[in-house]
């Protein structure tokens, strides 16, 4: 098994997704724009491994538009630009994710804001950093800021079952975990370094 388990134990839709009951749950805001289908630019702010880039996921999977990725990490001012070129030929328009946001400069930030404003594109970000202080504010100031909370232990704990008995079905084994406390701790409410 080549995938990481957090990779494969990501959810696929909004009722398989675990925490930020705030902003899934019912009656939600963020889950009727995603419902209705008209999800507006966003950023979402939270520590790592707390479900931003499973929304994004789960948001591109509900709405079926095309979905595009860049990590503000390796990407530049060109990959934007590539983007938005093909997204201004779209009948509807796409999603375009990227991760970690705050890293992008003011020059590559300054680079979406004409497709965000003109809806070329719907910006889906993700950053670890207070927004207010890492985005510029005429891209802030058109996009929703959703803050994603670390997972407490309740979500943990559903989400370790639920990677324990995926191990089970894909190895055909029995897995008995008797650490529970230990996982949870060493976690610190991230998933992915839970699952990991």
């Keep these: 098994m080549n995938t990481p388990l957090a990779e ?42 707390v479900g931003k880039t499973s929304m994004a996921f789960i948001i591109s999977k509900t709405l079926k538009r095309p979905f595009y990725t860049l990590s503000a990490i390796s990407s530049g001012v060109k990959d934007v630009r590539s983007v938005i070129e093909i997204a201004s030929s779209a009948e509807v328009p796409p999603l375009l994710f990227i991760d970690e946001i705050h890293r992008f400069n003011k020059s590559q930030q300054d680079s979406l804001l004409g497709a965000v404003e003109k809806g070329v594109v719907v910006l889906i970000g993700a950053t670890t950093e207070n927004p207010s202080f890492e985005v510029i504010s005429p891209l802030l100031s058109r996009c929703q800021v959703y803050i994603l909370k670390g997972l407490d232990e309740s979500h943990l704990k559903t989400l370790l079952e639920k990677a324990r008995k995926k191990m089970e079905e894909i190895l055909s084994l029995k897995i008995i975990i008797n650490e529970y406390e230990a996982f949870l701790r060493v976690s610190g409410g991230d998933a992915r370094k839970l699952l990991n």
């Design 8 to 49: 494969l134990m990501r959810p696929a839709s909004l009722d398989d997704y675990i925490g930020q009951e705030h902003l899934t749950g019912k009656n939600t805001v963020l889950r009727k724009a995603i419902e209705s289908g008209n999800i507006p630019s966003m950023i979402f702010w939270g520590p790592p491994g």
